[in-house]
């Protein structure tokens, strides 16, 4: 009961929330670089491209990465499982495949002490490409797009396996993202067929750019797209947002809240923009594959693109210089994006595991209720509620270690409610939004 009282009504931060701070310190500008550096160098990493070279292509490319990951383990005392995830493709799944390949991915999973099977996912692109996608030989360095998210990738492995987490934390390069997101599709496919319990999937492709082609320079705000609704819910979920709302409430919407929230906690220098589409428009991403299966996926990028930069032959025309090339990355904004991945891979990784079966009652009432099933590592309960049009979670109870509670004189009808499980160190879950009502 002390415990709980603590949580409770107390701002003393825990020693994991303080660690937070350690986090951010610990990520390196000075590594980024070298490794974007080092993956620039392989030339291309067109997913198509030489697989036997050591020093050019998708295949160098992705046995470095996987040397690191295995180095970073060796560090740790083997705290990472290590290991290539892959698919074949053939030039008849897609208009982008020019010819019959695999599509190799790079995990590695750090396991968690308590529940091994729920996964927090960070994840950066291996591929790059040239103007046009079908030239696998063309040099396409992709330093930002994308080796900044793979450098961002590896680096958030070398600070956090440092330390221990009740869930485990997925470091993944994926391949074949500019030819159809096919290593996505096929990482999730591995998940759903090995029952992963992915709490989050952060997809972070381009973090390293600041100067926008329309011409802003910003290197503080960042964008977490998500989508508003799972696109996996049944026909029933759908039509019951009609009577009881919940439009801008999916679980990736709620991950994105969660990720802009620490955000404005731990970083306040820091501007993160949540963006309510799944991608940019009409474009799409390696969160994309998750999310049509139903788990939490978002991704995190630069605010400001420059086109003259992304999917460009290197040249220069009518005086501007294409290529997305080193000298174009800005390392010390990657190191606040891969900051922004570390402390919020760290915050899911050591929270209980959001509540389930989460229903709302109080209809034609003067109080809303609420009930839940109960989370095992969890210590007690808050409750979130905001109005209608608030893209945030503005107002919170903390009610203790129960599984229902009813807030006096706050009608259902003017606000939308979830609840988060807390931990012993504070920490929370996952904002749940309600799945059902009872009366």
């Given at each position: 009961?002390?415990?709980?009282?603590?949580?409770?009504?107390?701002?003393?931060?825990?020693?994991?929330?303080?660690?937070?701070?350690?986090?951010?310190?610990?990520?390196?500008?000075?590594?980024?670089?070298?490794?974007?550096?080092?993956?620039?160098?392989?030339?291309?990493?067109?997913?198509?491209?030489?697989?036997?070279?050591?020093?050019?292509?998708?295949?160098?490319?992705?046995?470095?990465?996987?040397?690191?990951?295995?180095?970073?383990?060796?560090?740790?005392?083997?705290?990472?499982?290590?290991?290539?995830?892959?698919?074949?493709?053939?030039?008849?799944?897609?208009?982008?495949?020019?010819?019959?390949?695999?599509?190799?991915?790079?995990?590695?999973?750090?396991?968690?002490?308590?529940?091994?099977?729920?996964?927090?996912?960070?994840?950066?692109?291996?591929?790059?490409?040239?103007?046009?996608?079908?030239?696998?030989?063309?040099?396409?360095?992709?330093?930002?797009?994308?080796?900044?998210?793979?450098?961002?990738?590896?680096?958030?492995?070398?600070?956090?396996?440092?330390?221990?987490?009740?869930?485990?934390?997925?470091?993944?390069?994926?391949?074949?993202?500019?030819?159809?997101?096919?290593?996505?599709?096929?990482?999730?496919?591995?998940?759903?067929?090995?029952?992963?319990?992915?709490?989050?999937?952060?997809?972070?492709?381009?973090?390293?750019?600041?100067?926008?082609?329309?011409?802003?320079?910003?290197?503080?705000?960042?964008?977490?797209?998500?989508?508003?609704?799972?696109?996996?819910?049944?026909?029933?979920?759908?039509?019951?947002?009609?009577?009881?709302?919940?439009?801008?409430?999916?679980?990736?919407?709620?991950?994105?809240?969660?990720?802009?929230?620490?955000?404005?906690?731990?970083?306040?220098?820091?501007?993160?923009?949540?963006?309510?589409?799944?991608?940019?428009?009409?474009?799409?991403?390696?969160?994309?594959?998750?999310?049509?299966?139903?788990?939490?996926?978002?991704?995190?990028?630069?605010?400001?693109?420059?086109?003259?930069?992304?999917?460009?032959?290197?040249?220069?025309?009518?005086?501007?210089?294409?290529?997305d090339v080193v000298e174009h990355v800005n390392f010390p904004y990657a190191r606040k994006l891969t900051?922004?991945?570390?402390?919020?891979?760290?915050?899911?990784?050591?929270?209980?595991?959001?509540?389930?079966?989460?229903?709302?009652?109080?209809?034609?009432?003067?109080?809303?209720?609420?009930?839940?099933?109960?989370?095992?590592?969890?210590?007690?309960?808050?409750?979130?509620?905001?109005?209608?049009?608030?893209?945030?979670?503005?107002?919170?109870?903390?009610?203790?270690?129960?599984?229902?509670?009813?807030?006096?004189?706050?009608?259902?009808?003017?606000?939308?409610?979830?609840?988060?499980?807390?931990?012993?160190?504070?920490?929370?879950?996952?904002?749940?939004?309600?799945?059902?009502?009872?009366?």
């Amino acid at each position: 009961m002390l415990l709980v009282s603590f949580i409770g009504f107390t701002q003393v931060p825990s020693t994991n929330q303080l660690d937070l701070y350690n986090i951010i310190n610990e990520v390196s500008a000075d590594r980024i670089e070298k490794d974007v550096r080092k993956l620039a160098d392989f030339g291309t990493r067109n997913t198509f491209s030489d697989t036997i070279s050591n020093t050019r292509g998708i295949g160098a490319a992705r046995r470095w990465i996987k040397a690191e990951f295995d180095k970073i383990s060796a560090d740790c005392g083997g705290c990472l499982e290590v290991f290539y995830q892959k698919d074949y493709v053939t030039t008849d799944m897609g208009s982008r495949i020019p010819k019959n390949a695999w599509v190799v991915n790079v995990v590695a999973i750090q396991r968690g002490t308590q529940n091994p099977n729920a996964m927090v996912m960070m994840s950066g692109d291996i591929d790059s490409r040239a103007s046009d996608t079908m030239d696998f030989t063309t040099d396409a360095p992709g330093a930002n797009d994308n080796a900044s998210g793979m450098a961002g990738t590896i680096e958030a492995a070398r600070v956090l396996s440092k330390r221990k987490f009740k869930n485990s934390i997925v470091y993944v390069g994926l391949s074949g993202e500019e030819q159809g997101l096919f290593g996505g599709k096929g990482l999730a496919d591995y998940a759903q067929k090995n029952q992963w319990n992915v709490i989050g999937f952060l997809n972070n492709d381009m973090i390293g750019n600041i100067e926008g082609v329309d011409g802003v320079i910003d290197n503080r705000e960042f964008r977490i797209f998500s989508e508003p609704t799972n696109p996996a819910e049944t026909d029933r979920e759908r039509n019951g947002r009609r009577f009881y709302g919940g439009e801008v409430d999916g679980i990736s919407r709620q991950l994105a809240r969660y990720i802009h929230k620490s955000v404005k906690n731990y970083m306040p220098e820091m501007k993160p923009m949540m963006v309510y589409r799944l991608d940019r428009f009409g474009r799409g991403g390696h969160h994309r594959p998750f999310a049509d299966l139903g788990f939490p996926a978002i991704r995190i990028m630069e605010a400001h693109e420059n086109y003259t930069q992304q999917h460009q032959d290197i040249r220069t025309e009518n005086g501007i210089n294409y290529g997305d090339v080193v000298e174009h990355v800005n390392f010390p904004y990657a190191r606040k994006l891969t900051a922004v991945n570390a402390i919020n891979l760290a915050q899911l990784a050591w929270a209980p595991t959001p509540p389930q079966n989460v229903k709302i009652g109080g209809i034609v009432e003067a109080h809303a209720k609420l009930k839940w099933d109960a989370v095992k590592d969890a210590v007690g309960y808050k409750i979130y509620w905001r109005d209608t049009t608030s893209p945030t979670w503005d107002n919170s109870r903390y009610v203790g270690n129960v599984t229902e509670h009813t807030l006096k004189e706050i009608v259902i009808d003017n606000s939308f409610f979830g609840v988060a499980a807390v931990g012993a160190d504070g920490i929370e879950s996952i904002v749940r939004f309600p799945s059902g009502v009872f009366r």
